[in-house]
C-alpha cells in the first residue's frame, strides 16, 4: 500500500485522560520516527481546540528520554478537550492542518473523538485538503466496539479492584454498610471490575450495582438489608451512571449545578452526591436489631481511577502498542481507521494472555458504545466467572492479604 | 526492672485502622514470644467489645508467614471498635481479664485507645486485680503528643501525596477547579502532606486549608478566583476538618443524618457533602470571563487514604517497631507506658532519616491531641519549608513525572 505522501503530522488527546493515554501518544510519535515521509511532528495542546488556535508543539526532537518518562506519567501530557467540534469547527482543523503543513492527523480518545477524526477527513475531504486521519483508541469505560478492552481500562480496573480488596478489609475492621461508586456512564466495566477483589467468601463487594441492570431502591435497600443480616457488614460497588427503570441516570439528577459537557453528558463525577444519596436511603430504610444505629458510610472514587500512577502492566504495553501501531497504518499507506485489540491468548488458566491489534474502520467505532455482553452478569447484583476471566488477566498481580 | 509476673497476654485493635496497623500487632506478638512469663498470646476481635464478649481468638503458636502476611495487610486483623468504655464497661474488661489469666493488656489505637488503657489500668487495680496495660500508638491524624510522628501517617501521607501528583496532571490536562478534601478532623497534618505532591512551579495543590486556621468562604472564593485568573486552573486540598471563626466543623453540618460514634465525634468521613458545597460555592461565586462556565469538580479521598495497599517503607518497618517496643516495655517489667517515636535523624539533605522509640507515660497521650507547630504554615493557604522537611523523609520514594 506504500505511495508518497509527504508531510508533517499532528497528534492530539481527548476527553477523559487515563493512566496510559501518554503510552499511546509516545506510541504514535516512536512509530511516526520510522516514516521518511513524516517531515515534522506535532503535538496539538488540548486537542483540536489547541490545534484551531495553533498552540502546537513541536516533537520532532524531543529526547526519548522525555519520552519515556512522558510515557509513564498519568493524564494526558499535551493536554486535553471536551470540546465536540461540529461541522463548521472541523473546517478551521483543516484550514489549520493545511496552514502548518499537516498530512496525518492522530486523535487520542473514546468513540467521540473517533467521531471528530471522522469528521475532520471529511471536512479536509470538502475543502479540498487532502489528509489521512487515524484514531488511537483510550478509555477508561471500555466501551468501544470491535475490541476486546480498550488502553486505559485495565489499569482503571485495577485501581478499582485494589481499592475494593483494602477497604474490604476496613469494612470488615469496623463492620457496617460501606458503598463506593465507581465510574462509568453508559457501561458498567469498571463497576464490575470491583469483583476482582475477593480473596476468600464473605470478602467484598458483596453487592455490585451495573448502569445495564436497572435500579430499584426498594430492592437496593433489602439487598442491602439481606448481606448485612446474614454477615454483619456489606460492601456495595455502584457505579455513577446507574439508572433507573426508564432509563434516567440517578446521580444526574441528585448534583446541583450540574454541568453539561459539548458531548451533552451530564456531570456524574467530582461529586459525592449519588454515595450521599444512597447512603441516606440505608441509613433512614434499615434498623438493625439490637438498638445501635448501623453505621453507612459512602465513598466516591472519583478521578483517582483515571490517573493513579501504578497502571496495569498489561495496559502500559497495549497503549503503547496501539500508539506504535496506529503509526503504522499510516507508514502502510492507510488513508485513515482505528485500532482494535484483539485478545489471542486467554490468560485463563495454563493459557497465557496475549494479544495483537488490528486496523478497523472509523465509522466502526464513531459515536457507538460497548455495553458488557449478557453472559458477563450473574443475576441483578453480581458479575460471572466469565467476567472474572476476562477481566482478571488485564490488571495485574494485585496485593494478597492475610488474615487471622 | 525485670520481675516475675506470669500469665496472659491480649492484644486488641481500636479505632480507625491504618495501612500498617497490623505491623504493630504483628509487631507486639513477636516481642511477646521473647517472653518467657507469658502464658499466651491472644487477640481481642473489635477491640475491648470482643474481649468482654469473650470473643477471643490464640495467638500463641499462629506461624511466622501467616504474621507476615497478617503485618502486610491493611486495616485491623483483629476487627477494631469505636466502643469508649466507661468506668463500669472497664470493670467489664478487668473482669474478663482475670477469667482469661490474662495479665499483659496491649492495645493498638489513638489518644482515645490511651485513654482506655489507662482506665483499664485503674479499673483493674480497683477489683484487686493487677494488671500491666501497655499503648501502642497508630493514627493517620498525626496527632499524638510526645511522638515526632505517629505509625500510620507516612502511609496516609504517601497516599495523599500520589493522589495530589496525579490528580494534578489531570487537572492540567483538564484545566477548572479541583477541590480534594482530605481525612483530619482536628489536626492539618494528612491535608498539608498534599504539598509533597508538587515537583515543579505551575503543580497543585495550589491552596491548602487546614482545620487549625479558620475558614472563611469568601477568602476562599477569592483564593480560586486569584489562583484561576493567573495559571488558568486550581487544585485545592481541603481538610474535612475546616472549621469557620467560631470552631465549628463545615462539614459536620453538612451532612444528612450525620451519625455520632461513642467517642462524641460526628461523622465527617465517609460522605461527599463537604466537597459538593464547596464545589458549588464555586459554581455560583465565579464567573469566568471569555463565556465558557468553569469546570468545578470535587472528590473526598475517604477510607482509602488509610487502608491504601502501597505503604510507606519506612512506615511498615517503625509500626512493626513501635509494636516490638511496647512488648519489651512488658518484657524489661514495666507496668504501663506507651511509646513515641523519636527522630534522631533529619533525612533532610545529606543527613539520613533515623528514628527511635521511647517509653512515655499513659498520660502524656491519653485524650489530648497534637496540632499542626505554628511554624508548618505558610501564611493561610501554605505549608513551611519546615513542613515539606519534616514530611517528605517519612512517605517514601513518590512516583516521579514526565513532561512536555
Known sequence: MSDSFEGAAIIGQSGGPTAVINQSLVGVVEGLRENG????????????????????????QTPQDVLDAVAQTPSAALGSTREKPDRDYCVKIAEACRELGVRYFFYVGGNDSSDACRIVNESAREVGYEMRCFHVPKTVDNDLMESDHTPGFPSAARFVASAFRA????????????????MGRHAGFLTAAAALAREDENDGPHLIYLPEVAFDTDRFIADVERVYSKIGRCQVAVSEGIANAE???IGATLIENAQTDDHGNVQLSGSGALGDQLSNLVKKGITPTGGRSLRVRADTFGYLQRCWPDPSPIDSVEARGVGRFA?????????????????TGSGVGSEAYASKYKRIELTDVAAKTKHMD?????????????????CEPLVGELPRFGAL
Do not use: C
Open 37 to 60: 515521509q513524516i517531515t515534522k511532528i506535532l503535538g496539538m495542546r488540548h486537542g483540536v481546540s489547541g490545534l484551531v488556535a495553533r498552540d502546537v508543539v513541536d516533537l520532532t
Open 167 to 182: 477497604d474490604s478489609r476496613d469494612n470488615a475492621s469496623i463492620p457496617g454498610v460501606k458503598i463506593n461508586v465507581v
Open 247 to 249: 432509563g434516567v441516570a
Open 327 to 343: 503509526a503504522g497504518l499510516a507508514n502502510e499507506g492507510h488513508v485513515d481507521g482505528s485500532v482494535a485489540i484483539v485478545r
Open 374 to 390: 449478557p453472559s458477563f452478569f450473574a443475576g441483578k447484583i453480581d458479575v460471572s466467572q466469565g467476567f472474572m476471566d476476562y
